[in-house]
């Protein structure tokens, strides 16, 4: 019989404005002494993409539906363990019963590395006897008739025409034995304040933001704001630079820059992935990048991401890619410096829903060949979005004329890669047929009629795609981020 350890676990959780929201303790089991075929079989669960959420706001904004957050108190333990799991834990500190006796676990406890999947299917089962199925596209996003669900781990975020609706929905479920109770509405979901303004949403992590300009050492008056992000010359690796101070805790600070660019910031997304990629060894002069990001954010910190829907069904997507950037600032023998950027960003209804700013995987020898790169990747993107875009409109209120509608455009600033993604009838050049996979993948998707796909020649002054590859001039990162995101 293997019996595992336990542990508590003390929490502070904290409003989005960073004040204190309640103490928590929570009895935990060491599910890092599991044995794989002993204590644990399956364990992966699904988490809602934030892209889904980011959508579902912009069609619940246009469509004025009201929104209710729910929480389910102590959720792992109301999923039973399976069958054939007979998992034993010792008796927890504070609790002691006849010596050597142990604990026979018959619900998921926290920390056992099965629990979040137990859980999530006991909480779906629950959903589907309500009438809500999951989306293909993603699991977490339960869809009803005129209701919709986004289930983030034991977080709900409900979205129906009526009040009346989402509380026959949590009275239906506490009468199935969850213990789940209604929070208020969206504003503050996982952290994010949603501030409805007529027509328009904006979000905003102001809490977030204060803590990582003082963990980078910035709350002094002294340290003056910055007008953008990151330089214009690219972040290498700085092998024979200085060592860096130490003086903050590198990691920390990305990890807390990664969840505010990736929620409501794209405008840091480029500048924090560059800091990223140094976190395991940075040098002074990454740490130098690092604060550069804090004195943005400094002058900036009552910023967010506004979002005012518009009625034109279109999915804009403005690709664009860096050839080589890094070449001259790295060594040359390094292949890492020989890689291109690809960037781009995804705008449903006129909003920002999807971005992206990643090194590509493979070296692209000509910058035409970079941009076609990134028009594929960003495609890999964009038809799934506007897959689970047209299964939301029917949810929301929209006809079913509507999803029909609902047309992409892909605006593209490069000559070249537009004439050869346009090219008919299609054909690889000698100079481009060794990439000849993405080439025939993305025109496929473009000739498909289900899709309904334009290409778009747009001028490179307004290619948002920009603010994702390369360190910008002030004023036209001012320019493309108030296209962007409202301000």
């Not at 998992?87 to 926290?110: E, N």
């Not at 309500?130 to 289930?151: A, E, N, R, T, Y």
Request: glycine share 6%.
């Amino acid at each position: 019989m293997h019996v595992l350890p336990c542990t508590w676990a003390f929490r502070l959780k904290r409003f989005p404005n960073g004040l204190a929201k309640k103490f928590k303790a929570r009895f935990c089991i060491r599910g890092d002494r599991q044995i794989e075929g002993v204590d644990f079989f399956e364990t992966w669960a699904p988490v809602v993409q934030w892209t889904t959420v980011r959508s579902m706001l912009v069609l619940a904004t246009r469509m004025n539906m009201v929104s209710a957050q729910a929480d389910i108190t102590a959720a792992f333990v109301h999923a039973p363990l399976g069958p054939e799991e007979h998992i034993y834990v010792r008796q927890p500190a504070g609790f002691h019963r006849d010596g050597d006796l142990v604990l026979k676990l018959k619900k998921s406890v926290y920390g056992l590395r099965q629990s979040p999947r137990n859980f999530f299917q006991y909480l779906s089962s629950h959903l589907e006897k309500q009438g809500l199925i999951p989306s293909q596209l993603d699991p977490c996003l339960f869809v009803g008739k005129s209701m919709v669900v986004v289930v983030y781990v034991d977080d709900l975020l409900i979205y129906a025409k009526t009040d009346r609706e989402i509380d026959t929905l949590i009275s239906n479920l506490q009468a199935a034995g969850i213990c789940i109770r209604r929070e208020g509405t969206a504003e503050g979901f996982l952290g994010v304040d949603i501030v409805r303004s007529g027509s328009s949403i904006t979000l905003l992590q102001v809490g977030l933001t204060k803590r990582i300009i003082k963990s980078v050492g910035l709350c002094s008056s002294l340290s003056t704001p910055i007008g953008t992000p990151a330089e214009t010359t690219p972040l290498p690796k700085d092998v024979d630079g200085s060592p860096a101070s130490g003086s903050f805790n590198y990691a920390a600070a990305v990890g807390m820059l990664l969840y505010l660019s990736g929620h409501l910031r794209p405008d840091i997304a480029f500048a924090v992935h560059q800091c990223a990629r140094y976190t395991f060894h940075p040098t002074r002069r990454h740490e130098l990048a690092l604060i550069r990001i804090g004195r943005y954010l400094k002058g900036t910190m009552d910023k967010g991401l506004t979002m005012t829907p518009s009625s034109d069904p279109c999915v804009d997507c403005y690709p664009d890619a860096d050839f080589a950037g890094l070449y001259g600032h790295e060594d040359s023998q390094d292949p890492h410096c020989a890689r291109s950027r690809t960037g781009y960003v995804i705008l449903a209804f006129g909003c920002p829903v999807l971005w992206r700013s990643r090194l590509q995987t493979e070296i692209a020898l000509s910058t035409m060949e970079a941009e076609h790169v990134a028009l594929s990747t960003a495609c890999k993107d964009l038809f799934p979005l506007v897959a689970v875009i047209r299964e939301l409109s029917a949810a929301v209120g929209l006809d079913a004329s509507f999803a029909s509608r609902i047309h992409c455009k892909v605006h593209e600033d490069n000559v070249g890669a537009l004439t050869l993604a346009r090219l008919e009838p299609r054909r690889m050049t000698p100079r481009s047929k060794h990439y000849a996979i993405k080439y025939h993948w993305f025109r496929e998707k473009v000739a498909d009629p289900s899709h309904r796909v334009t290409l778009v020649k747009i001028d490179t002054r307004n290619q948002l795609g920009d603010l994702f590859t390369k360190g910008l001039p002030l004023v036209s990162f001012v320019h493309l981020r108030r296209l962007l995101m409202g301000w």
